[in-house]
């Protein structure tokens, strides 16, 4: 059973609900531990890995409470009061399906607000009337912000945003949604750029810490993992 609480190394409490979580997204092997060092795209090295893709949309339940976090993470932003919907573009490939989800919860549970979703592509097509990686924005109808489901050094979020600019989203302004933060100096890269509205869910010190205190992890790991986060950033 998990704790009631815990207080992590940000000084956030997590609830018994944000435990259980993270403990049944290590047995998914959602988060966990490679034997070998994984390279991300910015170059860190790391046995602990987080994958938001296959292991997480096998498993639709687990997937859903993930999509509920998000979408009440989403609910609770200072978002732009209208009567407008809230359409949420993933950042491909796997923020693709978060949005998807999300959607789908958001309608499920008949939101006063509704979430509605984009699919930006990850490369243009070669094909087809239109050359757009979303399409035109609509801002009459439409309130936007983005998901994406790890940032790392952020490269990824940069190059979207970058895309979507000229395609009408005013990307400096509006939100944009992370489901977990490896706190390798992404977030202060996206505040640097001038994205300023950019919130993450879960950091990784403080996700590895738990499972370090439900006696789900060995210490030693939390040994390695928060010199070389540091070291990074």
Known sequence: MAPRTFVGPSGRTFNETDIQLW???????????????IKFKGGFMSHIYFSGRNELSDKPTLFKRVARKLKTRIHTARLPKSDRNISLIGIPTAGTQFAQRIADLSLEDRDEVQISSR???????????????VGPADHRRHV??????????????IEA?????????????????????????????????GYENVTAEY????VIAMLVHCRRWPMDRWDYIEPKLAEFR
Request: glycine residues 6%; hydrophobic residues 35%; proline residues 2%.
């Open 23 to 37: 403990l049944d997204l290590e047995e998914n092997s959602s988060f966990g531990w490679n034997p070998e060092e």
């Open 119 to 133: 699919t930006m592509l990850k490369e243009k097509k070669s094909h087809g009337k239109k050359d757009f990686w």
């Open 144 to 157: 936007y912000a983005t998901v994406e489901n790890v940032c790392s050094t952020a490269a990824s979020m």
């Open 161 to 193: 945003f970058e895309r979507l600019e000229p395609e009408g989203y005013q990307v400096k302004e509006m939100h944009h949604f992370v489901f977990f933060d490896w706190e390798l100096g992404g977030m202060k890269k996206l505040k640097a750029a």
């Open 203 to 206: 950091v990784a010190r403080d």
